[in-house]
């Protein structure tokens, strides 16, 4: 099953991450390289971090403080995971969602990142040649993560620009309609939010109107939270723990149907720890799950550090504070100095990434011209921004763009050269006020303010340039 072409590696998506990789941006050493825009990593409170870690020694067994607990922790453990770690990573998850809900420690199961949690739920919920349905665009990897080594399918659900992207019930039943009458056995409804790559968040109205369609139908629904705390506004997020658990008598929505995939990847911005959860209200699946867990488990050494990280509750909470605040402020340098050359965004509010709006640069609205346009952001601008077909969109000339992995030199930098590019691009429009464009954009907004606002103090950041791309398994 591993042998065939379902890792997608050969998609656009991968092909940006290997001309970064072939010709990396560094401030001194290539400063003409490509600068990596298609790695939504989350770096910018890396100094909270570091400052945690050198004040909490005995958190880590590979410190002289801490080598007391090293063989312990060495030895094989359960694999349901360490008590402690569990029960803190289900603090951490309610205390991203405000508190507003609680979450059980029993049913926290760990996986090999988000890419291993999703894997993990699509071989429990689904038998080869079954399917999930999945608004587009989603993230490229899901091509991968559902399909590769699973023989799941995915009934892509075609959202529009029309309407912001948003996700309809007429949608989501002209998809499950169609893949019935070819004979297609839907299983499940895949829901990203925050969504990548579109920076949005699903409204209450809207998460239980989905629920309904999924618990009329009979589908599992799984829910991708793992930007969950990217939120710049914590209480404009609603997670579907909520939707459950405001449930009332005329509801009667079956948990055992509802799963959340998480990590901390995005949120904490620990992608190379590999710390992923599936938490499923089905005690079957729960118990199934943990049983897979076997062949990706997190190792205790991260298990322990993170434990005692997320436990110290004034260091959560004003980790949490300060990365939606330059999360905030990074999103508004980009779309802001966009705006000021008449390029446009989607609205939008969380993720570590925006959705840029390039339809009036392409010579016509196809796929082939998306894709010349981005082969020369890519070889002549030298920016790695990932185009909207690699992530399924119905509508050539969206392009995400990622904007919390690089430091504020870089930042300027990365600016400059698309604002001069747009400049240059012969017959440019004058900019449309047509309602996909991003309503928040201040155009008046001078250079010398848009410099302020990338070198704001608390945005400064000591991060070296970000090594090879290719060896990130999840973003």
């Not at 919920?125 to 399909?147: E, I």
């Not at 529009?160 to 893949?179: M, P, R, V």
């Not at 939270?225 to 909520?242: K, L, P």
């Amino acid at each position: 099953m591993a042998t065939n072409d379902g890792h997608g590696e050969n998609s656009p998506y991968f092909e940006g991450w290997k001309a970064y990789d072939s010709d990396p941006y560094h401030p001194t050493h290539n400063p003409n390289g490509v600068i990596q825009m298609g790695l939504a990593e989350n770096e910018l409170c890396f100094d909270l971090v570091r400052e945690w870690v050198v004040n909490n020694p005995k958190a880590s067994i590979c410190t002289a403080e801490g080598a007391i607990d090293f063989k312990e922790i060495a030895l094989y453990q359960d694999y349901h995971g360490l008590p402690e770690f569990r029960e803190a990573v289900a603090k951490f998850m309610g205390k991203v969602r405000g508190d507003r809900v609680t979450f059980d420690p029993d049913r926290i199961v760990m996986s090999g990142g988000a890419t291993g949690a999703h894997e993990m739920l699509a071989f429990c919920l689904a038998d080869p040649g079954d399917a999930f349905l999945v608004p587009t665009p989603y993230y490229p990897g899901f091509d991968r993560d559902l399909r590769w080594r699973t023989g799941v399918q995915i009934v892509p659900v075609v959202c529009e620009s029309s309407n912001n992207f948003k996700i309809t019930t007429s949608a989501l039943e002209s998809a499950f309609q169609k893949a019935r009458e070819a004979n297609i056995n839907v299983k499940a409804l895949l829901l990203t939010n925050p969504s990548n790559p579109l920076g949005t968040v699903l409204d209450r109205d809207t998460l239980r109107s989905l629920l309904k369609f999924t618990n009329d139908n009979n589908l599992h629904l799984v829910c991708d939270e793992i930007y969950a705390a990217t939120v710049f506004n914590r209480s404009d997020f609603v997670s579907i723990a909520e939707i459950i658990d405001e449930e009332d008598e005329t509801d009667h929505f079956n948990r055992d149907l509802i799963h959340i995939a998480y990590s901390l990847s995005k949120d904490m911005g620990f992608p190379g720890f590999r710390v992923g959860i599936v938490y499923s209200y089905n005690d079957a699946v729960t118990n199934c799950a943990r049983k897979m867990s076997s062949f990706g488990l997190v190792s205790t050494q991260s298990q322990h550090l993170i434990a005692s990280m997320l436990s110290d509750d004034v260091f959560v909470e004003k980790f949490l504070g300060e990365s939606a605040e330059r999360l905030a402020r990074r999103h508004e340098i980009f779309t802001v100095g966009l705006g000021q050359v008449g390029i446009g965004s989607l609205t939008s509010n969380a993720g570590l990434f925006f959705w840029m709006d390039l339809r009036r640069l392409l010579k016509e609205p196809t796929v082939e011209a998306e894709m010349a346009l981005w082969r020369m952001i890519i070889h002549e601008v030298k920016l790695n921004v990932s185009p909207g077909s690699s992530f399924h969109c119905s509508e050539a000339g969206w392009f995400r763009v990622c904007f919390a992995n690089m430091d504020d030199d870089a930042t300027k930098i990365a600016l400059r050269r698309i604002r001069n590019f747009v400049r240059q691009r012969k017959g440019m429009e004058a900019p449309s006020k047509r309602q996909y464009w991003h309503t928040n954009l201040q155009v008046s907004l001078s250079f010398r303010r848009l410099d302020d606002m990338v070198m704001a103090p608390h945005m400064m950041s000591p991060h070296s340039p970000i090594s090879s791309p290719l060896v990130r398994a999840r973003t």
